[in-house]
């Protein structure tokens, strides 16, 4: 059974838009920023990829008081995804419509302000929304409630792989005729002080390259520092052919397989092996041979390690220098659980479009003697597959394969 | 209508996205759009507006907008006995 991608959509520092997204990409714009850091706190000055678009500007308090940040994002991603699918605004058989959504964090805007009001308010007052903001399955509920997804509510929380767990999860349901249609993505806005605080003490933050903050995050390149968070959502409509076909709706891209596999070896260091396994079972999964991909759409955080060992991993799949690879969180930032999704949002318009876009920032790359790491401009291509890969602290990899329409 | 009322008024409408509610300060909140869930994060925009804490059980004993306005009166009154003490 084929399963089709009928709808696209996209928030990121970038703008809002899955169109806005693939232009910037091409064009190798950053929506990467210098952050002021807090001294109070003891947070550096840090780089990170912040969404400015006002979120849900005409909704009331009382309901806009029930959404965390990222719960708001998968609004705005899953609206633009649901409209460009033709859809009506209830699915037009709910107990066959389905919602997978994935967050690695969740409500955390919202968790650091009860706890600020907790420590700080005179007298302490938490509010009575916290629960249902916070709750990793907070944006996947209000997506349900919105468009009526009854058949399945799946809430995926598995760090940088999220997302990309939920699409895939949701591909094995529609094949398992579960449901016929399902609404899919994930959102993340963890750019708080507390948040932003634990991942510099963790050491893998790129330290901001103050003359040039939009160039802060640069994987494959020699001289990369870490990554660079960022924050959005990303949303796709998955539907069955046969569903998609009786009711008109025009397929974008084929999600063709989905390869799940964990490291069970270390909580933050990845692995080759893993990884390797994640990539051929994608491939296996949508009856591919190697071959036949013609873009990966790398994890590529720009850590030291990380690049490395997906280098080695992509080498091992697919030869040396066999594939064009670029990794487009140097753009668009680390988006944590909703990476996935943004990134395959990415990947689908590559394809559509037939440009490959290029990895930004890179100077210098020994790995380039292992990747056909696509740099400079974006890159012309008749590539008719491309895989995305999101690997998660916690070891857990994900790989989605996808098939031009 | 007194101010406290009209205030409360002008909030609620505000927080709801609905206009006219002066017309409507003895039907129940749960009629206005407000559930109980909703009634507890209305009484913190409430209490901020105002500076007095409102229990919970309290707000519910009058669920309106003018049973609501009496409470906020008695309680911006014992806060002023309270400090003028």
């Known amino acids: ?405 | 209508m007194n101010r406290t009322l009209d205030q409360l008024c002008t909030l609620a409408q505000q927080e709801l996205g609905a206009d006219g509610l002066s017309d409507k300060v003895d039907i129940p909140f749960a009629e206005l759009g407000l559930d109980s869930l909703g009634l507890v994060d209305f009484m913190f925009t409430v209490e901020d507006h105002f500076g007095v804490a409102i229990e919970h059980d309290r707000a519910l004993a009058q669920p309106t907008l003018a049973g609501l306005a009496t409470l906020v009166d008695e309680l911006l009154v014992a806060k002023a006995q309270l400090v003028s003490a």
């Not at chain 1, 840090?46 to 998968?74: C, I, K, Y």
């Not at chain 1, 007298?123 to 629960?131: A, L, S």
């Not at chain 1, 539907?239 to 008109?248: I, N, S, V, W």
């Not at chain 1, 994890?299 to 799949?317: F, N, P, Y």
Request: glycine letters at 10%; charged letters at 15%.
């Open chain 1, 1 to 405: 059974m084929r399963i089709w991608i009928t709808g696209l959509g996209a928030l990121s520092a970038l703008g809002a838009g899955a169109a806005v997204l693939a232009d910037a990409l091409q064009a190798g714009r950053s929506g990467i920023t210098a952050q002021p850091g807090s001294e109070l706190h003891a947070l550096r000055p840090f780089a990170a990829a912040v969404v400015t678009e006002a979120l849900a500007p005409g909704l009331p308090p009382a309901q806009r008081n029930l959404f965390d940040r990222h719960s708001l994002m998968a609004l705005a991603a899953a609206d633009e995804a649901w409209a460009q699918a033709g859809l009506p605004a209830t699915a037009p058989d709910p107990d066959r419509a389905a919602v997978a959504w994935g967050t690695g964090v969740g409500g955390s805007a919202s968790l650091e302000a009860s706890y600020q009001q907790m420590f700080t308010g005179q007298p302490p007052r938490v509010h009575p929304y916290t629960v249902v903001r916070v709750m990793a399955n907070a944006a996947g509920s209000h997506l349900a409630m919105r468009h009526q997804l009854r058949a399945a509510q799946l809430s995926v929380s598995n760090a940088c792989a999220s997302s990309a767990q939920a699409i895939g999860e949701a591909l094995w349901l529609l094949r398992n005729g579960r449901a016929d249609l399902a609404l899919v993505g994930g959102s993340e806005a963890l750019l708080n002080t507390c948040s932003a605080l634990g991942w510099q003490a963790m050491g893998v933050m790129a330290p901001l390259d103050a003359g040039a903050p939009d160039q802060t995050c640069r994987p494959f390149d020699d001289a990369r520092q870490g990554l660079v968070l960022g924050e959005g959502a990303a949303a796709l409509v998955l539907e069955t052919e046969a569903h998609a076909h009786a009711r008109g709706a025009t397929p974008l891209a084929e999600l063709a397989g989905y390869g799940h596999s964990v490291d069970a070896a270390h909580l933050s260091r990845p692995d080759a092996a893993g990884q390797t396994r994640a990539m051929l079972a994608a491939l296996q999964d949508a009856g591919l041979a190697p071959a036949e991909v013609g873009y990966v759409n790398a994890h590529g955080t720009a850590t030291e390690v990380g690049d490395a060992i997906e280098a080695a991993s992509l080498q091992a799949v697919f030869g040396t220098r066999a594939v064009p690879v670029s990794a487009t969180k140097a753009l668009h930032g680390h988006l944590i659980g909703a990476g996935g999704a943004l990134e395959l949002v990415a990947t689908v318009q590559a394809l559509q479009r037939g440009l490959l876009p290029a990895s930004a920032h890179v100077r210098s790359s020994r790995l380039a003697e292992q990747l056909d790491l696509i740099q400079g401009e974006a890159r012309p291509s008749r590539a008719r597959a491309a895989l995305s890969n999101s690997f998660a602290f916690g070891g857990s990899n994900v790989t989605l394969a996808v098939r031009r329409a």
